[in-house]
């Protein structure tokens, strides 16, 4: 199979499979007599495990310790889901952050008057001033 194909059946461009064999996270393709690179089904199984892995949130680097238990005829479920349960931890983590985040732009947003003058409570925050009263020294 050509990278095109490949590039269709998987979802993937030809620059990201590229980029995946470039990085060594995939097997290595055959190449043909003139030179392209030819897939295999093995091929086939490793892009399509990363790109449903990069869907999920898993990182390169956790992409290739899957695909290192993918290609382990003696690994054990209990850990790649022991993987997976470290990942929604950490998706767990970061929409706890999000949240935190979004709600300290709703307190700006409550106290910014939003009108036509200048003073701007948002602006004020976030460079960690306050705007002094007209005579107070």
């Keep these: 199979m050509n990278i095109s194909q490949v590039a269709e059946k998987t979802g993937l461009s030809s620059k990201a499979i590229r980029f995946y064999e470039e990085k060594g996270l995939i097997t290595p393709p055959n190449r043909s007599l003139n030179g392209y690179r030819t897939y295999n089904s093995r091929n086939i199984e490793e892009l399509t495990l990363l790109r449903q ?68 409570p948002i602006i004020d925050s976030f460079t960690g001033c306050c705007k002094q009263k007209k005579g107070a020294n």
């Excluded at 892995?53 to 993918?70: D, I, M, P, Q, S």
């Excluded at 850990?79 to 949240?99: C, F, G, P, Q, Y």
């Design 53 to 120: 892995a990069r869907l999920v949130g898993f990182t390169l680097e956790e992409c290739k310790e899957l695909l290192a238990l993918f290609h382990n005829a003696d690994r054990r479920s209990a850990d790649v889901k022991a993987r997976t349960l470290e990942k929604v931890s950490d998706i767990d983590n970061h929409i706890a952050e999000l949240t935190q985040m979004r709600e300290r732009l709703m307190e700006l947003v409550a106290l910014c008057p939003g009108d036509n003058g200048a003073d701007c």
